[in-house]
């Protein structure tokens, strides 16, 4: 591994020695006219040794994206990780990181009481073809089942 410092700030993290599930604040931009950025890695699978599969993933992100909304005004946008191991919420001018948890929590039970994965159609959606309800709250029932584990990043 190399010891170079990264532009990406995930990329500096040692996998290896993180447990998921967690939820972290990763990073914070601050913009020219004093608003800032907070972004926060949603960790819900053990790197490399597990992951959500591709439809699981791309329902809970359109639902996750949609319904946190209801909870908070200041989610900018909630992006899924190319390793399929979890997510990124990125808050704007939101810097309690017990609100974000309360967010996640909120959000992820509406997902379990939800009927249909918003914007799943060819109109509104890129591979409307990929998407699995059932899986997406499979993976939130999930991460909810240990969300006294979320604070700890470490074992």
Not at 27 to 55: F, L, S, T, V
Not at 94 to 119: F, I, Q, R, S
Request: charged share 25%; with cysteine.
């Amino acid at each position: 591994m190399t010891e170079q410092k990264m532009n990406v700030e995930s990329f500096n993290l040692d996998h290896t020695k993180v447990k998921a599930p967690y939820v972290r604040l990763a990073d914070i931009k601050a913009g020219e006219n004093g608003d800032h950025i907070h972004k926060y890695d949603m960790r819900i699978c053990q790197p490399n040794q597990e992951h959500m599969e591709m439809p699981s993933l791309h329902s809970l992100e359109h639902l996750m994206a949609e319904l946190s909304r209801n909870h908070s005004d200041k989610v900018v946008d909630i992006s899924p990780m190319g390793c399929q191991t979890g997510f990124y919420i990125a808050m704007i001018n939101h810097d309690d990181y017990a609100g974000v948890l309360a967010l996640l929590e909120g959000t992820l039970k509406d997902v379990l009481e939800a009927t249909e994965v918003p914007a799943c159609n060819e109109m509104q959606c890129g591979w409307a073809a990929s998407h699995s309800l059932e899986g997406a709250k499979q993976v939130a029932r999930g991460f909810l089942a240990k969300r006294d584990e979320w604070s700890r990043l470490f074992s």
